[in-house]
């Protein structure tokens, strides 16, 4: 696809992270370069890019200050020596707090074609949930939540940022595409039993509500620490359609070519962003 002022070429890295960072970042590497290969100018890695480590202690032990983060600093580099937009899912960052409270960040990053850092996110809702036995969370007992939305001004699309759990909370969404993002992000990694219940239904249905494409970087397959996770990689369009998807929860790379003409078509013939009214509620 011709690369013009409304389409481009977009990837998701779909990855096994572990608990070794320096490991995760050569995979992240690998899979960037396949993706650049492949014709992407932008590419997006999943949540907890660069660790995966669900023991608090271990946790506490590696992860360290954003300057001096292992997958901060890969990204940046690779943005830089390829020309593309590199938006790092999230990765545990060491907050200047964390010595008092014992918690990280859950952070987002993108990053220009000139390697430069554009912008940052934190988590905002925490997966503090007990799906079944093998899945019980207490997210917010290790990371600090985000309280900032994020839209980001990128070269060829503005694009609303957030991770994983966030895709439950429709607020968050319709508040960046009323803030103008055209490409709303949602990097994760989905337990396997959420993930295939809902995984494919909760992305296409951000999409259409806000008329908006939804690149999703997902983790998948058996972590080093225990957890399991669903995969499926997936790029939705702003009428709801799957653009592409991986079917397998191996690592691997998805790219999809995205036409910012159809996120226009879809908000003239569905304005839901024009029509929405604000509403009191009555208890009776």
Not at 71 to 92: D, M, N, P, V
Not at 172 to 194: D, E, M, N, S, V
Not at 214 to 238: C, F, L, N, Y
Request: aromatic residues 8%.
């Amino acid at each position: 696809m011709a690369d013009t002022q409304n389409s481009f070429r977009v990837a998701c890295v779909q990855m096994r992270s572990g608990t070794d960072p320096d490991a995760n970042v050569r995979v992240m590497r690998q899979l960037t370069e396949e993706a650049v290969a492949k014709g992407a100018n932008y590419v997006q890695t999943p949540e907890m890019t660069g660790l995966l480590e669900k023991n608090p202690k271990a946790l506490l032990e590696i992860i360290n200050p954003q300057e001096e983060d292992p997958s901060f600093l890969a990204a940046a580099e690779l943005a830089k020596r390829h020309g593309i937009w590199f938006h790092l899912g999230s990765t545990a960052i060491r907050r200047p707090q964390t010595d008092e409270d014992g918690r990280a960040a859950n952070r987002a990053a993108v990053f220009s074609p000139d390697g430069m850092l554009v912008a940052t996110y934190d988590k905002i809702h925490m997966f503090d949930v007990s799906v079944d036995e093998k899945n019980r969370w207490q997210e917010s007992a290790r990371y600090a939540p985000g309280d900032r939305a994020v839209v980001v001004e990128a070269g060829f699309a503005k694009i609303g940022l957030s991770i994983c759990y966030d895709i439950r909370f429709p607020q968050l969404y319709r508040q960046l595409a009323k803030a103008g993002a055209q490409i709303l992000t949602c990097p994760a990694a989905f337990t396997r039993p959420t993930g295939k219940a809902h995984w494919e239904t909760l992305l296409r249905a951000r999409a259409i509500e806000n008329g908006a494409f939804v690149i999703a970087a997902a983790q998948g397959g058996s972590h080093e620490d225990g957890r399991e996770t669903w995969g499926r990689s997936m790029v939705a369009g702003p009428w709801g359609e799957i653009v592409g998807r991986l079917d397998h929860d191996e690592p691997g790379v998805l790219v999809c070519d995205l036409d910012l003409d159809e996120v226009e078509s879809a908000r003239q013939r569905l304005p839901v962003l024009d029509n929405e009214r604000r509403f009191a509620l009555t208890k009776v």
